[in-house]
C-alpha cells in the first residue's frame, strides 16, 4: 500500500531524560517558563515588552494556522485575512462604537469564526495546491477590499483607523504596554490550554485522522465535511484573536499592514516552529518577529537575502521545525540514559 | 459590441504574459510535483542577466541565446545545492526553502542592478499588430513564442526518451528508480528547463512592464492561477488558462462597475476559485486520483 503524506510529524514518544519521569521534567520547564515570562514586563525596557508581546500574539496566529494545516491537513497560505478582519473588527467596535477593548477579542472571535466556517465550505472541494491559491487569493483580495470605497465608511480606507492604548485596570502600576503584555499572556494562555485540550480530544482524534488518511476516517464514521469547516472556522478563531491583539498592541490598522507578506509570515513560523506542534510556535512567533530585524542588523541592502539564507540555514539544521529538533534531542538523551542506565 | 472585442483583445495581449508565466510554473510542475513561488523571481533574474548582456553589447538574440543557457545551468544548480539536502524534508519545508529563495532572489537582484525601472527591448518592434492599436508587434510576438514554446514542449515530453523519463520521475518516483531512471537528476532537469522557460517568459514580459525586481510578484500570481485554471498536468490547458485570465480580468474591469481599476486582481481571483469549486482540477487537468 502506498500511502503519501504530506506531513510528517512523527518523533519517538518523550518517556523520560536523564532519568527524569516526563510529568517532573514537564513541570520544571513550565514553572520556569512562566517565571521568565513574569520577570519579562519588570526589567525589560517597553520597547522590548512591546516586541514580545507582538511576538505572542504571532505565535497565536501559527497556532490558529497549525490546527487547520498541521493536524487536519488543509494548507492556507491566507490567514493574514482572517488577522486582518480580526484586527479590524476589534479596530471598528472602538473607535466606531466606543465599545471597550475587553469586548473586541470575544466579537473579533465569533467574526472570524463565522468568516473562516463559510470560507472553510468551498474550500472543501479543494486540495493541496488548490487550497493553497484559494487562500492566497483571500489574501490578496483583503487589502483591496478594505481600500475599497464600498466599506470606506468603516475601514477609513487606505488611512486606516487608530485607536487608544488600553489603561491597566483597577489601578495597577503598569504602563499601557506592560498592561497589554501581561493581558497578551493571559490570553494566550488561555488560548493555548484550549488548543491543547482540542487536540487531545476525540475531536483532536478525528482532526488527525482526516490529515492522515481522509477516507479511512470516513470509514470510520467521522463527518469528514463536517470537521473540515469547523477546523477552518476555529483556525480563523485563533488567528482573528491574534489580530485584535495586534491592533490593540500596535494602536492601529492600515490595509497594507495585512498583505500577502504577512500569510507568508504565518505560514514561515508554523514550518520554522513545526508543523503540528503546538508548543512550537512560540519559536514560530519569535522567528518571524526578530528574524527579518536581525537579517536587517547584518546588511540593510541585502537585508532580504540574509533573511532567505537563514530561514534556509534553519529548514537545513531543523527540517521538521523547532518542535522537531527538541524531540530528536530528548529521544537522543534518553536513549542515553537508558543506555547509561544498564 | 465593440467595446466588448476591443476589451478580449486587450486581454489576449496581457493574458499572452500570463500564459507564458502558467507554461513555466506547470513546467516545474511536472518535474517536483508543487508549485515553486520563487519561479517569478528566477525568471526576473535571469532577465537581468540578459539586460546585463545587451548593455555589455551583445546582440540581442545572442544574449537571448546565452540568457536561457544561462538560466538552464543556474536552475540545476539550484536544485543540486538548495534543494538535493532536503530531500527527505516534509513538503511544507520545501515551500519555505522556495519563500527563503524567493527573498534571496529579490534582494539580491535590487542590491546588484538597484530598483530603478528599466526599459527592455523587443525583437519584435513596438508598433501596432492591427490598426485598432489594441494588440502590439510585440504582444503577437509573444503569443507566437509562448506557443512555440508549447510545441517545443509537446514533442519533448511526448516523442523523446528523456522527456518520458521525466514524466516517469515525477508520478511515481521509486517506480521510475526501479526501472533504472536517475530520478534526482530527472529532477535538476525539470529544474533547469523550468528556469529556461521562466527565463524566455522574463524576457517576453519584460518590455510591456518594464524591468524592475518586483515586476514578477503579480504576473506569478496569474501565472498560478492561469496554470491552476487549465490544469496543472496540462501545459496546453495551463497556455490557455493564462489567455482565460487575462480576458477575464479585463471584462470584470470594464463590466463589473464596483471593480474598477484596483478591484481587478481580486475578482479575477475570485472567479478562478470559483471555478476550482466546480472542477477541482481544471479545465483540462486530469482529476486526482489517489490509491487507497
Known amino acids: 500500500m502506498m500511502l503519501r503524506r504530506t506531513i510528517e510529524t512523527r518523533g519517538p514518544p518523550a518517556a523520560e531524560v536523564a532519568g527524569m519521569a516526563t510529568p517532573a521534567w514537564r513541570v520544571i520547564v513550565f514553572v520556569?517558563?512562566?517565571?521568565?515570562?513574569?520577570?519579562?514586563?519588570f526589567v525589560l525596557k517597553n520597547f522590548y515588552i512591546f516586541q514580545i508581546t507582538l511576538a505572542v500574539i504571532y505565535a497565536i496566529a501559527i497556532l490558529g494556522l497549525n490546527l487547520l494545516t498541521g493536524f487536519n491537513g488543509q494548507f492556507s497560505l491566507g490567514h493574514s485575512a482572517f488577522y486582518a478582519i480580526g484586527a479590524y473588527t476589534a479596530a471598528?467596535?472602538?473607535?466606531?462604537?466606543?465599545?471597550?477593548?475587553?469586548?473586541?477579542?470575544?466579537?473579533?472571535?465569533?467574526?472570524?469564526?463565522?468568516?473562516?466556517?463559510?470560507?472553510?465550505?468551498?474550500?472543501l472541494r479543494l486540495e493541496n495546491i488548490y487550497l493553497a491559491l484559494a487562500t492566497f487569493a483571500l489574501a490578496i483580495a483583503i487589502p483591496q477590499v478594505l481600500k475599497?470605497?464600498?466599506?470606506?465608511?468603516?475601514?477609513?480606507?487606505?488611512?486606516g483607523i487608530s485607536i487608544i492604548k488600553p489603561d491597566a485596570p483597577f489601578g495597577l502600576p503598569l504602563n499601557s504596554d506592560q498592561w497589554l503584555y501581561v493581558y497578551t499572556i493571559l490570553v494566550a494562555v488561555v488560548m493555548y490550554v484550549g488548543a491543547h485540550n482540542l487536540v487531545k480530544s476525540r475531536t483532536g482524534r478525528a482532526l488527525i485522522a482526516i490529515r492522515d488518511h481522509p477516507i479511512a476516517a470516513s470509514a470510520m464514521g467521522i463527518n469528514v465535511s463536517l470537521y473540515k469547516s469547523l477546523t477552518f472556522g476555529v483556525s480563523a478563531l485563533y488567528t482573528g484573536v491574534a489580530g485584535a491583539l495586534g491592533a490593540l498592541a500596535i494602536s492601529f490598522v492600515a490595509p497594507d499592514s495585512f498583505t500577502f507578506q504577512l500569510a507568508v509570515a504565518?505560514?514561515?513560523?508554523?514550518?520554522?516552529?513545526?508543523v503540528a506542534s503546538i508548543s512550537g510556535t512560540l519559536f514560530g512567533g519569535l522567528f518571524v518577529l526578530f528574524v527579518p530585524n536581525i537579517a536587517e542588523h547584518f546588511s540593510k541592502g541585502l537585508a532580504g537575502a540574509v533573511y532567505g539564507v537563514i530561514l534556509l540555514l534553519v529548514i537545513y539544521l531543523m527540517p521538521t521545525g523547532a518542535a522537531g529538533l527538541v524531540r530528536l534531542i530528548v529521544s537522543r538523551l534518553v536513549q542515553q540514559g537508558r543506555a547509561s542506565g544498564r | 459590441m465593440e467595446l466588448f472585442l476591443h476589451q478580449v483583445l486587450a486581454g489576449l495581449a496581457t493574458g499572452g504574459i500570463y500564459a507564458c508565466m502558467a507554461l513555466a510554473v506547470v513546467?516545474?510542475?511536472?518535474?517536483?510535483?508543487?508549485?515553486?513561488?520563487?519561479?517569478?523571481?528566477?525568471?526576473?533574474?535571469?532577465?537581468?542577466?540578459?539586460?546585463?548582456?545587451?548593455?555589455?553589447?551583445?546582440?540581442?538574440?545572442l544574449a537571448f541565446g546565452a540568457t536561457i543557457a544561462i538560466s538552464f545551468v543556474a536552475g540545476v544548480a539550484i536544485e543540486r545545492v538548495v534543494l538535493k539536502p532536503l530531500h527527505n524534508a516534509p513538503v511544507l519545508s520545501h515551500v519555505v526553502a522556495f519563500i527563503a529563495l524567493l527573498a534571496i532572489l529579490n534582494s539580491a537582484a535590487g542590491f546588484i542592478w538597484d530598483y530603478t525601472i528599466k526599459s527592455f527591448p523587443t525583437p519584435f518592434g513596438n508598433g501596432p499588430l492591427f490598426e485598432q492599436g489594441l494588440m502590439s508587434k510585440h504582444d503577437g510576438g509573444m503569443i507566437a513564442v509562448t506557443l512555440l514554446m508549447l510545441a517545443f514542449l509537446y514533442l519533448f515530453f511526448r516523442h523523446t526518451r528523456i522527456g518520458l523519463a521525466m514524466r516517469a520521475a515525477a508520478a511515481n518516483p521509486e517506480s521510475a528508480r526501479l526501472a533504472g531512471i536517475r530520478v534526482g537528476w530527472m529532477t535538476a532537469l525539470g529544474w533547469g528547463m523550468a528556469a529556461a522557460i521562466g527565463s524566455v517568459a522574463g524576457m517576453l514580459i519584460a518590455p510591456v512592464v518594464f524591468l524592475e525586481p518586483n515586476m514578477m510578484l503579480s504576473i506569478l500570481l496569474y501565472g498560478f492561477a492561469g496554470a491552476v485554471?487549465?490544469?496543472?498536468?496540462?501545459p496546453g490547458g495551463a497556455v490557455l488558462?493564462?489567455?482565460?485570465?487575462?480576458?477575464?480580468?479585463?471584462?470584470?474591469?470594464?463590466?463589473?462597475?464596483v471593480v474598477g481599476r484596483e478591484m481587478k486582481l481580486?475578482?479575477?481571483l475570485f472567479i478562478i476559485v470559483a471555478v476550482l469549486c466546480v472542477k477541482p482540477s481544471g479545465l483540462f487537468g486530469r482529476p486526482i486520483v489517489t490509491r487507497v
Not at chain 1, 462604537?97 to 472571535?109: E, G, K, N, Q, R
Not at chain 2, 488558462?241 to 474591469?253: K, M, R
Request: charged letters at 5%; a negative charge.
Open chain 1, 266 to 274: 504565518l505560514f514561515v513560523g508554523l514550518v520554522v516552529g513545526g
Open chain 1, 32 to 41: 520556569l517558563g512562566i517565571v521568565v515570562l513574569a520577570t519579562i514586563p
Open chain 1, 92 to 123: 471598528i467596535m472602538m473607535d466606531g462604537f466606543d465599545i471597550s477593548y475587553i469586548w473586541t477579542l470575544p466579537a473579533a472571535a465569533m467574526v472570524c469564526f463565522v468568516f473562516g466556517f463559510l470560507f472553510g465550505l468551498p474550500a
Open chain 2, 27 to 61: 513546467m516545474i510542475y511536472q518535474a517536483i510535483d508543487h508549485l515553486n513561488f520563487a519561479q517569478g523571481e528566477m525568471a526576473m533574474f535571469s532577465t537581468f542577466i540578459a539586460w546585463q548582456l545587451i548593455q555589455w553589447g551583445l546582440p540581442y538574440w
Open chain 2, 241 to 257: 488558462g493564462g489567455f482565460l485570465v487575462g480576458i477575464v480580468e479585463n471584462l470584470a474591469g470594464t463590466y463589473i462597475p
Open chain 2, 266 to 268: 481580486t475578482i479575477a
Open chain 1, 148 to 159: 475599497s470605497s464600498l466599506v470606506e465608511h468603516w475601514t477609513g480606507g487606505v488611512q
Open chain 2, 229 to 234: 485554471v487549465g490544469g496543472l498536468t496540462s
